[in-house]
């Protein structure tokens, strides 16, 4: 019973998580709003702004590619 209740909160988690992507990609990505929560699109264009990637770099530093 522990091992079934285990998996079903990590397949919730990854389920979130998943709805997280998606909706990140569906709007703040492609520079609009998130509708009926707007707050969440601010703060994952935040949290994306202040992780290191590749592309970050090259903005920063003026490189192409």
């Known amino acids: 019973m522990d091992a079934l209740l285990w998996l ?3 397949m919730i988690a990854a389920l979130a998580l998943a709805g997280l992507v998606v909706a990140y ?3 703040p990505h492609r520079g609009e709003e998130m509708p009926h929560a707007p707050w969440l699109g601010d703060a ?3 949290g994306v702004d202040a992780l290191p990637t590749l592309a970050n770099e090259r903005a920063r ?3 192409r590619r």
């Open 61 to 63: 530093t003026g490189q």
């Open 25 to 27: 990609v569906a709007y």
């Open 8 to 10: 079903l909160v990590v």
């Open 44 to 46: 994952m264009k935040k």
